[in-house]
């Protein structure tokens, strides 16, 4: 889990409003990883080079949009298995089965790793080494079990 996510930080928020936020002055790590170096030249602007340490991604960031849509497309095909999945907003993918541990143990079988977030739901992430090909592949891979 990032910093951002343990602590509700929306990283969408301007930078000065951003830095101004109560919640990021109590972090308790003084490091902040944005999408581009001019957004971190613009934070230390108002964070202050003694106190923070602003680094860049390295450019990912103007993908995730990718990530979103596959884990648009993968909710679509969790919900075809019988999977209660709401609509994600990012790339993590939150769903419940009538057997967690069954799904995650079928599911890892083929090839396609989930994980327990809490004893009722599971987690599937899409990111940079997920493409198109490999969502394909795991759904295929699914769709081809007996989830009897």
């Known amino acids: 889990m990032t910093i951002a996510n343990q602590h509700a930080i929306n ?11 109560q919640t990021l002055r109590s972090l308790p790590m003084n490091i902040m990883i944005v999408e ?6 613009t ?16 450019g990912h960031v ?3 949009a990718e990530d979103h849509t596959r884990a648009r497309l993968l909710a679509a095909g969790l ?20 057997d967690p541990a069954g799904f995650e143990a079928k ?7 989930v994980g327990r977030f809490d004893k009722e739901r599971l987690r599937a992430v899409t990111h940079l080494d997920v ?9 295929d891979a699914l769709q081809g079990l007996s989830w009897a």
């Open 79 to 98: 919900r075809e298995l019988g999977c209660e999945v709401p609509e994600p907003e990012t790339n993590i993918v939150m769903f419940r089965t009538a």
């Open 43 to 58: 934070l230390l602007k108002y964070l202050g080079k003694d106190e923070w340490r602003v680094m860049p991604t390295g």
């Open 11 to 21: 990283c969408s928020e301007p930078p000065g409003r951003l830095a101004a936020s």
């Open 107 to 113: 599911a890892r079988s083929v090839g396609v790793l």
């Open 62 to 64: 103007e993908r995730l």
């Open 36 to 41: 581009s170096r001019p957004k971190c030249k």
């Open 131 to 139: 493409d198109q090909k490999a969502l394909e592949r795991a759904l």
